[in-house]
């Protein structure tokens, strides 16, 4: 059978004529994407996955040949690229946090698993020793371990890889879902587990993911501690998997912590507070809890806080960490309201209940309240160190009422559940405090040297300022506003 030839003249119209083409006029066919290959893989990667492994810092990176093609990332490659990190640079003072999936990988995760079931068997997920400073015996019953995660896309992999883990390390799961970092707290005191779990990558990009790992009583697994012991752990070689895995089952953390924070807002006065978080868990929280009360609450936004304070008509503002344990505080006039006066006002509260209220205070801390002691002498102030699990420490034995550690956080005392650190019961108690007296809620800050006679009077000032100053821009450069 012979082919026929290719005819000189085609059907399809071409450039040079109308109606006829030639072969030459035959459309180019567009060039193939380029390709990357990675070391030690089988298969080519496209140039999107090149460009965000080598922005991340991917650890075969540093031995690829393509390394110096980066095309338009801003940095150049020997930036980009930082030396490899260990699984010890993973540990932080109170925490573990790396890049996922390049540091933090699945098999990195499950072998966190079982290291921690590893440290849970053997007794020591509070830090506790037995007689002569020896680890406590290996326990009979499984561990209970409370697993939550936060809102950040990597956390529910992250999650599965460490419950995997945990399993294979005979340890039951109570999995409390999508929550903040309270919230796995009081679930941790109230199924009395031997510890709570939170997948969380709070403080860093959002290309790093983590974990903390929190013991009953609101101690946290910290370095000195069984953070170490975790440690130590990681750097021995994980042992086969016991016959008989962990059991696994879900809990609603959430509804019981909204219903214990229920009694909190009874008696309080109508109040406008701005909220503002990118957690639509905590928001939802915030507004379920204040929707019995008189308490309008409305979003506040994250950007130019200050700004919108002022113009606004939000008696106070919050803006919430990302998991949730902290809140910084504004007034009606968009002034940032110092940890230290919060927890001053908060101890003056408790005078009506105690004789004297006593404070433990972070080290870096501490100069700035006791300069104004004097002016308190039912006040008592502690050294509580410069992490929380020795802040918690610190307020469990001079029986502390208040706690203020060092990333500002304010620990309020439970009898039930022992210090807790929580952004919405710090609001609620604040709220209570401007219940009992009919001033804006600048009151709140320590006295300091102001001109003005009225801080009341302060607000509409400074919206005539910021209108005045927009008007000017405005108007453009020399022209009168």
Not at 173 to 191: K, N, Q, S, V
Not at 241 to 265: H, M, N, S
Request: proline letters at 9%; glycine letters at 12%; one cysteine or more.
């Amino acid at each position: 059978m012979t082919v026929p030839a290719l005819s000189a003249e085609l059907t399809t119209p071409g450039r040079g004529h109308a109606g006829k083409g030639t072969a030459n006029d035959l459309p180019i066919a567009p060039p193939a994407p380029p390709t990357f290959q990675c070391p030690g893989e089988a298969h080519p990667i496209g140039a999107a996955v090149h460009y965000q492994r080598l922005a991340n810092g991917y650890a075969r990176c540093h031995d690829c040949v393509h390394r110096s093609e980066h095309g338009l990332l801003p940095l150049p490659p020997q930036r980009l690229l930082r030396s490899p990190r260990t699984i010890a640079d993973l540990f932080l003072p109170e925490g573990i946090r790396g890049i996922v999936p390049n540091e933090l990988t699945d098999r990195v995760a499950c072998d966190f698993g079982r290291a921690i079931g590893q440290t849970l068997w053997h007794g020591m997920d509070a830090g506790e020793t037995g007689p002569d400073d020896l680890p406590r015996p290996i326990r009979r019953r499984p561990p209970v371990l409370v697993v939550g995660i936060d809102g950040r896309p990597s956390s529910p992999r992250l999650a599965g890889s460490l419950v995997r883990g945990l399993r294979e390390s005979a340890v039951e799961i109570l999995d409390a879902g999508r929550i903040t970092e309270p919230m796995l707290r009081w679930g941790t005191d109230h199924w009395r587990a031997d510890a709570g779990l939170f997948v969380t990558g709070a403080g860093h990009a959002a290309s790093f993911g983590g974990f903390q790992l929190i013991a009953p009583a609101g101690r946290t697994w910290c370095a000195g501690g069984p953070l170490d012991r975790l440690r130590e752990a990681m750097s021995h070689a994980a042992g086969r998997p016991r016959r008989t895995g962990g059991d696994y089952r879900t809990i609603d953390a959430e509804a019981g912590y909204l219903a214990a924070l229920q009694g909190e807002t009874h008696g309080l006065r109508p109040v406008h507070v701005g909220i503002a978080t990118a957690d639509p868990v905590l928001r939802a929280a915030c507004e379920e809890v204040l929707a019995p009360s008189p308490i309008e609450v409305s979003p506040l936004p994250l950007h130019d806080t200050e700004t919108e304070m002022r113009r606004g008509p939000w008696d106070l503002g919050v803006t919430f960490s990302e998991e949730g344990s902290r809140g910084d505080f504004r007034d009606e006039c968009g002034d940032l309201i110092p940890p230290e006066d919060l927890v001053r006002q908060l101890g003056r509260q408790l005078l009506g209940e105690w004789s004297h209220v006593s404070i433990a205070v972070a080290t870096d801390r501490l100069p700035t309240l006791e300069r104004d002691a004097a002016t308190d002498e039912f006040l008592l102030f502690h050294d509580g160190g410069p992490t929380s699990a020795t802040l918690v420490a610190a307020m469990d034995s001079v029986g502390a009422q208040l706690g203020l550690d060092a990333a500002g956080r304010i620990w309020l005392t439970d009898g039930e559940t022992g210090p807790r650190c929580d952004g919405l019961l710090v609001l609620l108690r604040i709220l209570a405090l401007l219940s009992r007296r009919a001033e804006p809620t600048s009151w709140l800050r320590r006295p300091t040297a102001r001109t003005e006679p009225d801080r009341a009077t302060d607000r509409p000032a400074r919206i005539a300022d910021v209108a005045r100053t927009e008007a000017g821009s405005a108007a453009g450069p020399g022209r009168p506003a």
